[in-house]
């Protein structure tokens, strides 16, 4: 089942011959455990990938989990290596004069470790002298730690694009964990891996699941055209924010003729907004990106490597490569304003739209991660909003009170299970889909209903040539079956906090204020800074938290109702429920506890298939 039409040939091998090009060493055993023995990455455990593809999975999809399985420290060319298959992502070392430039650790601290020891074990136990966050998704810094230890980083510049800190960081304050909980549909950690289970995300195989962390870099790279030299090693930076991360970066090694290109171009369609929720991003600005690229770089390179999937060799083939991303999300988006300026709506785009044969036949277009249907949404999404312009859609019941009257329109639950059941036997799925997500939501408890539906997305994911749906759907159908557990993976940590500014880690307060509760108190805060040298005044208002920021030196014209003298690192102590101790205090103590006893706490396993 997939969106885009024609497939490329099965014969065409030339992926596969890429992605055991330069192998070294493959990590035997392929797991890796955390400090108490507890597995965080297990690739050993996508083995039945060695055989044919089954009835349940799609080839297509069922071919690229082959090549993201290829695990191992791969030689991309002269003094560039990849460990690739250890995690999401692919970690990057350059040889420098004394040690090594490490690009993107991984997710995990155990996995980047565990990668660096795989490198050093055949080529000498190099220091690192570098790093380089290529973008600001986790992916790419949380195992910084494997690879610079505390006590290590001193003298070793981390380079990331300009406003990298800000976005690594926004995501868990605002809407984290909305998009944590629909990570666990999205990736499929409570999924088996096996043939009728989970078997990768397009992008790589999974998550891993060890301790996050993050040091801030020293280095921020402000414009394309910008140089460094790490190590002794040159590189040439070209800034792409607004890409597939909001800061995001691409860069030459002028001297290795070795070009990374980050996250902008991998094997697969990406996600113009990923199915786990984020702000919709800019196809446009990507595909020209891409021509920058292919313009700023012409000439200067004889390999590319991104941070996953495997590399691509030889200038022409690189070209061509790009060429085909270029076109793929410059054309998603330009077709999407055409049909819509004719009146189009995104459901409809997406069920019309056709990609160009060249684009359709290339394996590096075939929507695995991202998907052509719900990025033309998205576009769709980025420009007209949420509303198709229709006026019965303006002002729809919610999901509950729908399905109540669609049940009963349909004769009851019991015609609405059947007709439903008739039409996925007749093999129209989606719409056996909806009919029965509506008789689940008007009454959770009936079992038929929710194991028929079970069985439709159990169906519907087998069938899909996209990972990310195929997960959405087997964990929805898992869920109708037991109960979600809170297993979302846990991104805060100390150094995550660090990093957070005052005014983000006010705005996390502000984000879980019940206002209805606190709609008839109103209070006021000061928190003076001293290390920052700022006061923030914290006032709540009409069940609204408001913040307001002003120099500590600048006395307040009316004094606060209670006033905190603290540093950062005191105050996230107060967060976390420390108490007051050591920090001086003026007025009533009591407002504190008034303001967080208005704090809700997130449901980290909230409904998602049911009401």
Known sequence: MSQQQSCPPFEDRTDFENADRGLIESLVPGVIKDAAGEVVWDVDAYGFLDADCPPTADPSLWRQAQLCAKQGLYQVTDRVYQVRGLDLSNMTLIEGERGVVVIDPLISTETAAAALALYRRHLGDRPVTGVIYTHSHGDHFGGVRGVLPHGTEQGVPILAPEGFLEHAVSENVYAGNAMTRRAVFMYGPTLPASPEGQVGTGLGLSTSLGTISLIPPTVDITRTGQEETVDGVRIVFQLTPGTEAPAEMNFLFPELRALCLAENATHNMHNVLTLRGALVRDARIWARYLDEAMTYFEGRYDVAFASHHWPTWGEEKVAEFLTIQRDLYAYMHDQTLRMLNQGLTGSEIAEQIQLPPAVEKSW????????????????????????????????????????????????????????????????????????????????????????????????????????????????????????????????????????????????????????????????????????????????????????????????????????????????????????????????????????????????????????
Do not use: C
């Open 364 to 611: 590096a277009a075939r929507g695995y991660y991202g998907s052509l249907s719900h990025n033309v949404k998205a576009i769709y999404q980025r420009y007209l909003g949420w509303f198709d312009g229709n006026p019965a859609h303006l002002w729809e019941l919610p999901p509950v009170e729908l399905a109540r009257r669609y049940v009963e329109v349909a004769g009851g639950a019991e015609q609405a299970v059947a007709k439903a059941r008739a039409f996925a036997a007749e093999g129209d799925l989606r719409f056996a889909a909806t009919l029965l997500n509506h008789v689940v939501f008007a009454d959770p408890q009936d079992k038929d209903a929710r194991s028929a539906l079970a069985e439709v997305y159990t169906r519907l994911g087998h069938g899909a040539e996209n990972a990310t749906w195929r997960n959405f759907y087997l964990t929805g159908a898992q869920e109708l079956r037991q109960a979600p557990a809170d297993n979302a993976v846990d991104m805060t940590n100390p150094e995550m906090a660090m990093a957070l500014t005052v005014g983000m880690l006010i705005d996390s307060l502000a984000v879980a204020v019940d206002g209805p509760r606190a709609w008839d108190d109103a209070l006021t805060i000061d928190l003076a800074l001293t290390d920052e040298q700022q006061r923030y005044r914290l006032i709540l208002s009409n069940g609204v938290l408001i913040q307001r920021q002003t120099p500590l030196a600048d006395a307040p014209k009316e004094a606060a109702g209670l006033t905190l003298t603290l540093t950062k690192p005191q105050l996230l102590g107060v967060l976390a429920g420390q108490g007051l101790d050591g920090i001086q205090a003026e007025g009533d103590p009591a407002l504190l506890a008034r303001l967080f006893s208005y704090l809700t706490k997130p449901d980290r396993a909230f409904r998602i298939v049911e009401p």
